[in-house]
């Protein structure tokens, strides 16, 4: 079965720090990865995903992420933060093979600070 | 298109009470989720549904809750009885394999229930 872990429950960042969220998964066969994102008060948005290719994926926003196979790691990053993007970040999993189900983390909540 | 649609937005109900919340996917799309989502165990799949037919309910925490998914348009999640540790925020998703980005859901903007 497949299974993300994210490590970081809240996190507090002053304006135009970087910053670095990690997600790591489990799940023994080719996987596709996501992130997505949640403002206070709305529903979840995709961020970025991976399918294959480049590790490094971009996504919106100006937020990246890596996808390391041997660390089964997909850490989000962004090199300077705004007080917008205040939200919950959820790293989600999904093993390739013909089915939808995804699986989402317990989320990383980030409050930057003015 | 309007994307995923869900009513009601809020929901008080009294503990024993029956729960209907409703959910409306994007045009087109062959996938259905409903999520629960807590403070204290963050994002749960409950079922999913693929051309209408449940795939997997083993997230279902129990028989009170059930689900169907009557067309393509629409699909509800109920809860009878309902009961104070049901309150949460749940969401309705929707994907497509057909167009757009494989796999990708396209989350409503919940139902917000209470159960007192």
């Known amino acids: 079965a497949q299974s993300v872990s994210q490590h970081n429950h809240h996190v507090i960042l002053s304006e135009a720090a970087s910053l670095e969220l990690g997600c790591n998964y489990s799940?023994?066969?080719?996987?596709?990865l996501f992130w997505y994102v949640q403002y206070p008060g709305q529903h979840l948005q995709l961020l970025l995903k991976?399918?294959?290719?480049?590790?490094l994926v971009k996504g919106i926003k100006g937020f990246e992420a890596e996808f390391i196979k041997s660390k089964f790691s997909f850490n989000l990053r962004k090199p300077s933060v705004q007080w917008s993007d205040t939200a919950e970040y959820f790293c989600?999993?999904?093993?390739?093979?013909?089915?939808?189900?995804?699986?989402f983390g317990t989320g990383t909540k980030l409050q930057v600070i003015p | 298109d309007a994307g995923v649609i869900q009513s009601p937005r809020h929901e008080v109900t009294e503990m024993g009470q029956e729960v209907t919340l409703r959910c409306k996917p994007i045009s087109g799309h062959d996938y259905l989720f409903w999520y629960r989502q807590t403070m204290m165990r963050g994002l749960e799949l409950l079922i999913y549904f693929n051309n209408n037919v449940p795939i997997d309910d083993s997230g279902m925490p129990e028989d009170r809750f059930s689900a169907k998914m009557p067309n393509a348009s629409f699909s509800t999640l109920k809860i009878q009885p309902s009961e104070p540790r049901d309150s949460a925020v749940y969401f309705c998703?929707?994907?497509?394999?057909?167009?757009?980005?494989?796999?990708?859901?396209?989350f409503g903007p919940g139902t917000r229930l209470t159960v007192t």
């Open positions: 991976y399918f294959s290719g480049d590790p």
């Open positions: 998703a929707s994907s497509s394999t057909g167009t757009g980005v494989p796999y990708e859901q396209y």
């Open positions: 989600a999993v999904r093993g390739s093979g013909g089915y939808q189900k995804v699986t």
């Open positions: 799940y023994g066969g080719t996987v596709n």
